[in-house]
């Protein structure tokens, strides 16, 4: 007899979430992870220098903040597992060439007066937004953390309003084609272009407009708070739920393959040979792009399933993200607002130097100039030692460069070296003193040290229109079961997508739907 009913392979912050409700369920759930702690994009390590706290991929937790995980404390991880958050008044800062600044503030009347300092009507514009936005956020939220309708559905539901009609322009309109509607200045334009591309998507692809739409009111409303302890907060309460309730986690087990028996999952194999059985299912947190015969241990998989996964589209672009230890806070130019602010984006004047940049991407011509940047010991003292601080620094950057993505382990140090010092000139103290230690990771450093982040893409694969809502990845697994019996996706590949949101807890619902669980009472 299986020790286990459910195992779930990988601990990334999904996987741990749809094993935090399945042991509150009481099914016996086994975590599988292949490095020797959990945690995937919510990961934060000390690795610019001892005591120093480095978040390695995500550091804002924003679209987490609505889920009922948190908004209703499902699994009392804020009550009793020890998740705290941070909340700054001053959220982003877009600086400019001249280090005038855009600070989003939680408070709109704030943010308008800053965005004054520009154009006067686009202040008045962006109030109109955000009420116009604000009175849909519920609504979509509604849907965010629960299995997605079909996407023919969804669309037909919004077509019987006008408020429904409007959004699904939206869902179907860029991001930048949205802001140049609303907007007129390039300083405003830019910068929700900027903040619209927080998911890996040029702002100028379809699809990308709901990005805005809904990163505006939520903002405002909830705000991108920071986990105390870093990022890895997230992940570790979530793991003291689950030992708490009965689940067990497992770390160094590296996964081979799925054991599929009878056309049914019915565990995992690890590299070591080892094999790990689980009664009722087993939900993966691996990459769309990674299932194939072998991984998945069966050659009977739909033709259909396979041509869907080689034909799943990419990110326009990855991360190349740098650690820093520091002996003193950044201090910007652009004034103590913006030293402030949680988030610090620098920007262009006009909207042609960013379309060069987004360009630049495309054809594989990696870029220095628009880090994004945070000192979040400035909000968390357990961050970096008494007195000292910590910065993330972080740039988008294309994994295939025009010489190949080899060629990263060859210019990774330099382009370091060269967003630093771009960086530095926009501060008063960011000189070789001021620096204790720091990490560096470029987009192929990304996909070495994880399994599931193909060409470095910890969103897994791209969030275009057609990988949105019931399309993600694809309409035939939409509902996150796998085409063999048993077997369940969760993760950033799946509805509602990438970033730091919880979505493992729309997967579970449907494999406790499935092992005759009802989820109302679990969550009740």
């Not at 705290?84 to 400019?96: I, L, M, R, S």
């Not at 028996?261 to 947190?285: F, H, R, T």
């Amino acid at each position: 007899m299986s020790k286990y009913e459910v195992i779930v392979a990988g601990g990334g912050h999904n996987g741990l979430v749809v094993a935090g409700y399945l042991a509150k369920a009481g099914v016996k759930v086994l975590v599988v992870e292949a490095k020797p702690y959990c945690g995937g994009g919510t990961l934060t390590r000390e690795v610019a220098a001892p005591g120093f706290k480095t978040d390695m991929a995500s550091v804002a937790h924003g679209f987490i903040q609505p889920n009922p995980i948190l908004k209703n404390d499902e699994l009392q991880l804020l009550s009793k597992y020890g998740l705290e958050y941070f909340n700054p008044d001053k959220q982003v800062a877009g600086v400019f060439p001249d280090d005038r600044a855009i600070l989003f503030n939680r408070s709109l009347d704030k943010t308008c007066e800053s965005i004054a300092q520009f154009s006067r009507k686009d202040a008045d514009a962006y109030r109109s937004f955000y009420n116009w936005a604000h009175q849909q956020l519920e609504m979509l939220l509604t849907g965010l953390y629960s299995p997605p309708p079909s996407f023919g559905t969804l669309n037909s539901m919004l077509e019987t309003s006008p408020e429904g009609r409007e959004m699904l322009r939206c869902m179907y309109l860029s991001a930048h084609d949205l802001a140049t509607e609303w907007f007129e200045s390039d300083h405003l334009i830019n910068f929700c272009d900027r903040i619209s591309s927080e998911n890996m998507m040029d702002p100028r692809v379809d699809g990308s407009g709901m990005n805005l739409f809904l990163f505006v009111p939520l903002l405002h409303d909830y705000g991108w708070k920071v986990c105390k302890g870093g990022s890895g907060g997230l992940a570790d309460a979530l793991i003291r739920s689950i030992e708490d309730r009965g689940g067990e986690i497992r770390t160094n087990a590296k996964i081979k393959q799925f054991k599929v028996s009878g056309g049914k999952a019915v565990g995992v194999i690890l590299e070591s040979g080892e094999e790990l059985l689980a009664s009722k299912a087993v939900v993966s947190n691996f990459s769309i792009v990674q299932y194939n015969e072998e991984l998945i241990g069966t050659s009977d998989l739909p033709a259909e399933f396979m041509h869907n996964v080689k034909r799943i589209r990419m990110p326009q672009f990855q991360a190349f993200h740098q650690g820093y230890a520091l002996h003193e806070a950044p201090k910007y130019k652009a004034g103590t607002d913006v030293d402030e602010s949680f988030i610090v984006e620098f920007l262009p004047d006009s909207q042609y130097e960013f379309n060069k940049i987004w360009d630049g991407f495309i054809n594989g011509i990696p870029n220095d100039e628009i880090p994004l940047c945070c000192t979040c010991s400035r909000f968390d003292p357990t961050r970096a030692p008494a007195g000292k601080h910590t910065l993330y620094l972080y740039q988008y950057n294309p994994y295939n460069l025009r010489e190949g993505a080899q060629k990263w382990d060859e210019i990774k140090e330099q382009m370091a070296d060269n967003i630093l010092e771009k960086y530095a000139s926009r501060c008063t103290n960011m000189d070789a003193k001021n620096i204790i230690g720091r990490w560096v990771s470029s987009p192929l450093d990304f996909e070495r040290n994880n399994l599931s982040w193909y060409q470095g893409n910890f969103n897994h694969i791209g969030s275009q229109i057609s990988h949105q809502f019931g399309l993600r990845p694809f309409a035939a697994v939409s509902n996150y079961r796998l085409p063999v019996e048993g077997l369940y996706a969760t993760g950033p590949s799946m509805y509602p997508g990438p970033g730091v949101i919880g979505g493992g807890r729309a997967t579970v619902q449907v494999v406790l739907d499935d092992l005759g669980i009802d989820f109302d009472d679990v969550v009740k």
